[in-house]
């Protein structure tokens, strides 16, 4: 035993209020390290009841209770039940990988053991007190801090609400927690149709014959067969029935027979809360710890571990330099706690949503289907998934690969999904990078010249599939700045087609070009005097769907007339004619980020009576009448994209199910390819950001809609684009930040690829020859061995 006697942070008595996993490891923690404290736990249930069947935890937090106290880890450890495969069954098929690394308990054996250790090391657990007044309590035991752990529905919490700020987001799914004397050789996810949708089993053992079996369906599809209306027997019965192949004859069990009628399914509650510390005006300090302070999905598994490693933490904090303080230890605890929990309930957010959409994804084979569910909270990713089960992941990148190319014969090693070629009309791109729109500010009088030759020519000799010029105004009025490239006149359009015909010659790549106007953004100074920020002089007068500024401190636009629309109209026509003459190869109609098109898109900036405002439909129909214009002018065989702010990240504004509608109005007007952005449409725009942070945006837009989609923002990495592209979450990535950093970007991350793979990417066209060259490189510099070309084609 630890034998650290001084007591931390000055600390003599610590309540804890709630003997979930949370209190109880809080409170051993504390006894064992600090033996002079007295720590008491109280809980309203008797010492054995308790209710839910299994809880998981991943290897890598068992490693954490380990350190934290190997006495309960080894008894935690020694009750587990480990698997490592998880198997995936849909539409009659079924998918199984291996090395995810899982453990599985009873809740009640994982308290009982938490509950003899608490004994074992001297802590005081007072059971079945249903603790009403916190203060009451807190000075009957004279405590000097107060640990809220009273789970999810937190009376605590409750009561200094204005002090915690809880955010509490009920989820739309129902879901019912259930046993069953199956056991499970694998985490299984079952898929179910039904004649009103989708109902989800997540099924795993926990102890030598029992296994959890969770059922899970959207609100409307429980509705749609009478849940809502049935008794619990008649609603297990019908689950046991629906799930009866899964299941080899055996029963599903409910262990909570003291709810009646449908109470047994629960829509679950995402908790945030954007304190975790009160402190005025009481005994002692409080602080949520567990599901009092947040909730995770269960389908990450992450409740339990999330409480477990709240105590672990602040144990810790207590015996660092800022645990000689109390006020300091606490809010280091907090600072440090809750950015870890964000990332884990950001992780489960994305979980929670596949789930709640899986008809968003059932038009997929199993294998992308699966694939798709174990990437589903961006946390796995592709590079992952080889090192937990390499044959399995090669399998699906053949599958993949003969998608594509479905008439070459295999080679020795498949090729990366980011190397994939993507056909789109009549262009082929060889591979699904794209070099991001990235301004530049270097353009006179909207003429690029010598620095886009060579911005652009090094990227478009760096290996990506398509490279795409920065936002090109078709009137001098509708530039950002003084900086942005025009193409009004015929002198703006050779000197684009001096950069399209290098990069046709020298890059053997595509380049597109994205035409928009800056609207309310307009007539502001370059990106490093200020973004968004009007010129000191010289401005010119901004137009816009009403006379709403961007900001404060931006000018006051002037609302369109219907003669306005006509003129600009022609003007972006006339650029797509040019745009055509420079002989590009792609055009995108930039509606995003607040410029004209998109002013008129979001509700925020469009305050029109006319035809072309209120409903989005109407607020797009200018927007689309200017992309039906530049499609007829543009070529038949060449590919048109728009760009679109998917989420306005603000009250009122547009929201993701705005978006999938915008795509339906683009993909029917002729869109082959929505670029699917978000934000920058006001600067009231609180955006959620993350590595891949936009990219569910895209995979909605995607796989409801039913369109080609272009993933942007936050995407740094091969394995991120490969996750992307196999998941089916978008066909095309486009990385800007890196790509300016590193021109070559492409190759090199193709080149690490490749060298971990020891093999070649396969030519899809002419000119794949640099590619070889640089792979071949990277490899002799890394000592690898190289497949030549010859063998693996």
């Known amino acids: 035993m630890n034998t650290r006697t001084p007591s931390p942070a000055g600390l003599q008595r610590i309540l804890c209020i709630g003997g979930g996993p949370a ?67 849909f539409k009659g098929r079924s998918v199984r990988s291996g090395g995810h690394g899982f453990c599985g308990i009873g809740r009640k054996r994982l308290l009982n053991i938490l509950q003899d250790r608490c004994l074992a090391l001297g802590v005081n657990l007072v059971f079945e007190t249903d603790v009403t007044d916190d203060q009451a309590l807190a000075a009957q035991y004279r405590a000097d801090l107060v640990i809220a752990s009273d789970g999810l529905n937190s009376r605590i919490r409750t009561r200094y609400a204005d002090t915690f700020q809880p955010d509490i987001d009920t989820r739309q799914c129902r879901f019912v927690w259930l046993g069953t004397k199956k056991t499970f050789d694998a985490f299984t996810f079952a898929f179910e149709e039904t004649e009103h949708g989708w109902f989800q089993a997540h099924a795993y053992k926990f102890d030598a014959d029992t296994s959890t079996f969770i059922v899970e369906t959207p609100e409307a599809v429980w509705k749609a067969h009478g849940l809502d209306r049935m008794e619990q027997a008649e609603a297990i019965a019908f689950c046991q029935q629906l799930f009866a192949r899964h299941l080899d004859g055996h029963a599903l069990l409910s262990n909570a027979s003291h709810l009646r009628g449908s109470a047994i399914w629960i829509r679950f509650p995402r908790v945030i809360c954007g304190n975790w510390i009160h402190s005025e005006g009481v005994q002692a300090p409080i602080v949520l710890m567990g599901d009092a302070a947040h909730t995770a999905h269960f389908s990450i598994g992450s409740g339990t571990k999330l409480a477990l490693e709240d105590a672990i933490d602040l144990a810790d904090t207590f015996d660092t330099e800022a645990g000689r303080d109390l006020a300091t230890a606490l809010q280091a605890y907090q600072a440090r706690r809750s950015v870890e929990v964000l990332k884990i309930q950001n992780a489960a957010r994305n979980s929670t949503e596949w789930f709640e959409h899986v008809d968003r994804y059932t038009g997929m084979e199993i294998e992308q289907f699966a694939y798709s569910l174990l990437t589903r909270s961006q946390r796995i990713s592709h590079e992952n998934l080889r090192l937990r089960d390499a044959a399995w992941l090669e399998g699906y990148e053949r599958y993949l690969e003969q998608k594509v190319k479905p008439h070459d014969k295999p080679r020795s090693r498949p090729t990366p999904p980011m190397l994939l070629p993507l056909t789109v009309r009549g262009v082929t791109l ?17 003429v690029v010249g010598d620095w886009h030759l060579v911005h652009l020519g090094a990227r478009a000799t760096g290996g990506a599939g398509l490279v795409m010029v920065e936002m090109t105004s078709p009137t001098p009025e509708g530039r950002i700045t003084p900086g942005c490239p025009g193409l009004w006149n015929d002198a703006q359009r050779d000197a684009l087609k001096r950069v399209v015909d290098f990069a046709h010659t020298h890059g053997q790549t595509h380049i597109g070009i994205q035409i928009g106007h800056s609207g309310p953004k307009g007539s502001t100074r370059v990106g490093w005097e200020g973004t968004d920020e009007p010129l000191a002089q010289g401005n010119w007068p901004l137009l816009s769907a009403s006379a709403v500024p961007y900001g404060e401190q931006n000018q006051t636009p002037r609302a369109l007339t219907r003669a306005d629309m006509d003129q600009l109209t022609a003007a972006f026509v006339a650029a797509t004619h040019r745009a055509a003459e420079a002989g590009f190869d792609w055009l ?54 728009v760009r679109i702010s998917a989420h306005d990240w603000a009250p009122g504004g547009n929201t993701p199910d705005d978006a999938v509608a915008m795509a339906r109005l683009f993909k029917a007007a002729g869109c082959d390819v929505i670029d699917v952005s978000s934000g920058q449409t006001t600067r009231a725009a609180k955006p959620v950001y993350g590595r891949m942070y936009q990219t569910p945006f895209a995979d909605r837009v995607r796989n409801e809609a039913g369109i080609l989609t272009m993933a942007v923002g936050a995407i740094s990495e091969a394995d991120h684009a490969n996750s992307i592209i196999a998941a089916g979450r978008a066909d095309l990535c486009a990385v800007a930040r890196p790509h300016l950093a590193d021109p070559a970007w492409t190759l090199h991350e193709a080149a690490k690829l490749q060298t971990r793979a020891i093999t070649w990417p396969r030519p899809y066209e002419s000119g794949r020859d640099q590619l070889y060259r640089e792979v071949a490189r990277q490899q002799s510099l890394a000592g690898a061995p190289a497949v030549p070309p010859e063998e693996a084609a």
């Open 588 to 641: 995108e109609l930039h509606c995003a980020h607040g410029y004209l098109l998109s002013a008129f898109i979001c509700p925020l900036t469009n305050q029109r009576t006319d035809e072309y405002g209120g409903s989005l439909e109407n607020r797009c129909r200018w927007p689309l009448e200017v992309f039906a214009a530049m499609r007829a002018a543009w070529p038949a065989h060449l590919p048109m994209s």
């Open 23 to 89: 209190g109880l490891y809080f409170a051993l923690l504390m006894k064992r390290r600090h033996p002079a404290l007295e720590v008491t736990v109280v809980e309203r249930n008797r010492p054995f009841d308790t209710f839910g069947w299994g809880v998981v935890f991943s290897d890598a937090t068992l490693a954490n209770l380990k350190r934290a106290d190997p006495e309960s880890a080894q008894l935690i450890g020694d009750a587990f039940n480990h698997w490592d495969d998880i198997e995936v069954f």
């Open 430 to 446: 060889k591979n699904r990078i794209v070099v991001s729109p990235m301004a530049q500010y270097m353009a006179q009088d909207g």
